[in-house]
């Protein structure tokens, strides 16, 4: 009876400590580009005649609501970042790709050089976990760069979480198959496979670059 107890105790412990985990959930390697910025909804707005580039891999705890974050970035040639709604980079949402939104949580500034690379962390409060939490978690938040070339956003870059339906990478019949790229130029839908193809030992594109 004793051991009985003892066991019931022990699954209760295991139990409670499973359900106490947090969930991670991750944005990794989201490109950023300027043809993101141009949009359709709410105001029909052009892409920045820009040739920036950049990237931003995410990180979210659903327990401790600590988002953990990694920039990488270059504007346009003699552009660098500026001040616009109280911060030069911010996540704005809820929107899908091909949208555009008010700012929801501004992150701690972004030096004023040309390119460079920032990792940082914030704990969100309750009114901003209300505000982005859900959107975050759908793959409607997107992250952009205000620069002194478009003071509305240079680049920009949508948070597509990996799902468990998200493949990796695949190798296979002499190809390499990337799963959520965004690419630059293409209109309607804007998530894509990009495929490499292995000819004479290099790998090349099938479709326009979609990273840099």
């Known amino acids: 009876m004793k051991k009985t107890t003892l066991l019931a105790a022990a699954i209760a412990g295991l139990s409670f400590s499973q359900t ?17 910025e141009a949009v359709t909804t709410p105001t029909s707005t052009p892409a920045p005649d820009s040739l920036g580039y950049g990237r931003i891999t995410a990180f979210y705890d659903d327990t401790s609501k600590v988002l953990t974050y990694n920039v990488n970035w270059k504007l346009q040639d003699d552009a660098v970042p500026v001040i616009q709604e109280g911060g030069n980079n911010h996540f704005h949402g809820p929107a899908d ?17 040309n390119s460079g690379n920032v990792s940082g962390s914030i704990t969100l409060t309750e009114e901003q976990v209300a505000a982005i939490e859900t959107e975050l978690l759908a793959g409607r938040m997107y992250y952009n760069i205000h620069s002194t070339l478009a003071n509305g956003g ?41 495929v490499l193809n292995l000819v004479d030992g290099v790998f090349v594109l099938t479709t326009a670059t979609p990273l840099r």
């Open 97 to 113: 790709v091909g949208t555009s939104a008010g700012v929801v949580l501004a992150l701690p500034d972004l030096p004023e050089t």
């Open 154 to 194: 240079e680049i920009r870059g949508q948070l597509i979480p990996n799902r468990e339906d998200a493949r990796n990478a695949i190798y296979q019949n002499s190809q390499v198959t990337l799963t959520n790229v965004l690419v630059p130029g293409l209109q309607g839908a804007q998530v894509y496979d990009a």
């Open 20 to 36: 106490s985990m947090a969930e991670v959930f991750a944005f990794i390697e989201m490109p950023m580009t300027p043809s993101q």
